[in-house]
C-alpha cells in the first residue's frame, strides 16, 4: 500500500472536508521572524504542527488512537524526494483543565528543507487508528522512525525516509485507520500561482461549526485562538494548526558530520596552536560545505567565511577556486559503475552535468587521491 496514493484517494473521498482556513499576520501574536516567499535556492521551509486538540467525543487512547501523518513531496530539477513523518500517541498530551481532550504543540514534522524550485506538494492527515495496544505500539515505533527523518542532515535521512514510507503504507493497509481531517495541497516558488508562503493554515473539523479567517487568531504561544483579539481558546471544533517557516538560513549545519566533526576537530587544534593541522581540517569541512545539497548557495558563503575563521582566513573566492580544483566526490554505485558529484567548472571541462550522481568519463587521466576522493584535471 502506498501511503501517499491512500491518504490522496481517502481526502478526495472525504464527503465532509475539514475547512481550511489561512490566518492573517496581522491575527499572529506569537512573535517569530519575519516570514517571505521562497525563490530557488535562497531559503529553506519546514512544516510544524503548530497545535492540534481533538475533544473527547470518543475515549482517545482506549481503543481509538490519534496520530498525524505527513508526507511532503518535492520535485525539482528532474527529481523527486517524498519526505514522511508521523507522531503517534505518545506525542499527545492529555488536556483536562480548561477543555477535555488531547493536544499537541509544536511537533516538527520535517527539518528545514532547501527549496531548490520546482513543486513542494504536501499531505496532512489527522488519524483515527482503531485497534488495541498492539496498533499504539506500532504507532509509536513508526514514530520513533520517523524523527532520524526528521533529523539533519537531510541527505542522510533520505535513507531511512523509504522505510518509514513502507512502514506507513503496511499500516494503512491494514485498514483501521480513517482520517479525522486532512489536507493536500501543491505548492511553488515566488512569483507563480499557489506559491509557497509560510504562515499558519487552520484546519477546522466540519460537521460543527463553520468559521471564518477572521475569527481565528494564533496566541503568543502558537494556539488556536477566537474572540477579540483571541482571547478565547477555540473549542468549538476538533482542529490542526500547520505552519509552513521559512528562513533564509539554516542554525544546525554543524550537526553534519561531514562538516562538523572537521570544525570541531580543526578548533581543538587550533587552539593549541597547531593552524596546519587545524587548516586540513577546515579544508575537508570547507569542501562538504560547498557540495553540501542540505546547504542552499545564499548561505555556503557565510558558512565559509565562519570555517575559515578558526584560521584566520575568510577567503571565499580561493574556496570556490578550490573547489572547481577538488572536483569530484564519489556519492555511491550503480551496478559496479561508482558515481560522483562534479563540480560546474570540472564538469564544463568533461562534459557532464554538474552537481549530480553521475559516470565520470573514462580516460581522463584523473589522479586517484584517496577512496573517495579525486583532483585535478591534467
Known amino acids: 500500500m502506498d501511503a501517499w496514493a491512500w491518504v490522496k484517494e481517502h481526502i478526495e ?71 514522511p513523518s508521523i507522531a503517534g500517541p505518545d506525542t499527545f498530551q492529555v488536556e483536562t483543565k480548561d477543555r477535555r481532550g488531547v493536544a499537541v504543540r509544536n511537533q516538527f514534522m520535517t527539518q528545514p528543507i532547501p527549496f531548490r524550485g520546482g513543486t513542494v506538494a504536501i499531505q496532512v492527515a489527522l488519524l483515527r487508528v482503531q485497534g488495541q495496544d498492539n496498533l499504539k505500539t506500532l504507532l509509536n515505533v513508526l514514530s520513533g522512525f520517523a524523527s532520524l527523518v526528521a533529523a539533519p542532515p537531510l541527505s542522510t535521512a533520505l535513507q531511512v525516509a523509504d522505510k518509514v514510507n513502507d512502514g506507513l503504507g503496511q499500516m494503512l493497509g491494514l485498514g483501521v485507520a480513517q482520517i479525522h481531517a486532512g489536507l493536500q495541497d501543491t505548492f511553488t516558488g ?28 494564533i496566541g503568543a504561544d502558537g494556539d488556536l485562538r477566537t474572540g477579540p483579539r483571541g482571547s478565547d481558546q477555540f473549542t468549538a471544533s476538533d482542529y490542526v494548526v500547520l505552519l509552513l517557516e521559512s528562513s533564509p538560513r539554516r542554525d544546525d549545519w554543524t550537526e553534519f558530520p561531514a562538516i562538523g566533526l572537521p570544525y570541531r576537530k580543526a578548533r581543538e587544534r587550533a587552539a593549541v596552536g597547531d593552524l596546519k593541522t587545524a587548516k586540513g581540517f577546515i579544508d575537508n569541512a570547507v569542501s562538504a560545505v560547498m557540495l553540501s545539497d542540505d546547504i542552499v548557495d545564499r548561505q555556503k558563503d557565510s558558512i565559509v567565511k565562519t570555517l575559515r575563521g578558526v584560521v584566520g582566513t575568510t577567503d571565499v573566492a580561493h574556496d570556490r577556486r578550490a573547489l572547481d580544483r577538488q572536483f569530484a566526490f564519489r556519492v555511491g554505485m550503480v551496478g559496479e559503475n561508482p558515481m560522483f558529484r562534479v563540480s560546474p ?16 568519463p573514462a580516460g581522463r587521466g584523473l589522479v586517484r587521491l584517496e577512496a573517495t576522493r579525486f583532483r585535478r584535471l591534467p
Open 13 to 83: 473521498s472525504e464527503a465532509d472536508r475539514p475547512q481550511v482556513l489561512r490566518i492573517d499576520p496581522s491575527h499572529v501574536l506569537k512573535k517569530r521572524a519575519k516570514q517571505v516567499p521562497l525563490e530557488a535556492n535562497n531559503g529553506y521551509f519546514r512544516l510544524v504542527v503548530a497545535d492540534m486538540w481533538l475533544a473527547h467525543d470518543v475515549e482517545w487512547g482506549k481503543t481509538v488512537h490519534p496520530a498525524v501523518q505527513s508526507l511532503v513531496r518535492i520535485k525539482a530539477a528532474g527529481t523527486e524526494q517524498t519526505i
Open 190 to 217: 515566488k512569483g507563480q500561482a499557489n506559491e509557497l508562503q509560510p504562515g499558519y493554515l487552520a484546519l477546522i473539523r466540519s460537521g460543527r461549526v463553520k468559521v471564518g479567517a477572521d475569527d481565528l487568531w
Open 345 to 360: 567548472h570540472a564538469a564544463a571541462r568533461l562534459g557532464v552535468s554538474p552537481n549530480v550522481a553521475t559516470r565520470l
